[in-house]
């Protein structure tokens, strides 16, 4: 069963950027599907990018297509979000998640998740 933890969330001036990892272990991670999703308080969870196993594919939510790019490296079991030209409606908790299924989109169909690492922009 793999185990992720995320980092680099911290608070950002709008216009700022911020750059996520996700560090994984135990698993087989190159198998993965990855992805990264929000909450924001009194929000529900919402998708923002995933990644195929082989990196070969991308999707991304329309809110940050542009601005937010996923990458992983495979051979340091690492999923990354680089966050650029943020804005405050980016605030949120960032979790990034696992799945042994097709790359999807819905957060039901994740497998394993992480804690979280907040990000906050302020205006």
């Known amino acids: 069963q793999v185990q992720l933890v995320e980092s680099g969330g911290r608070l950002v001036q709008a216009g700022g950027s911020l750059r996520l990892s996700c560090a994984a272990s135990r698993g087989t991670f190159s198998t993965y599907i990855m992805g990264w999703f929000r909450q924001a308080p009194g929000n529900e969870r919402e998708f923002v990018a995933t990644?195929?196993?082989?990196?070969?594919?991308?999707y991304y939510a329309k809110s940050v297509k542009g601005r937010f790019t996923i990458s992983r490296d495979n051979a340091k079991n690492t999923v990354s979000l680089q966050m650029n030209s943020l804005k405050p409606e980016d605030t949120a908790v960032y979790s990034c998640a696992a799945s042994v299924g097709p790359i999807a989109t819905s957060g039901s169909l994740y497998n394993y998740w992480g804690q979280g690492t907040q990000v906050t922009v302020s205006s």
């Open positions: 990644i195929t196993s082989d990196g070969g594919v991308t």
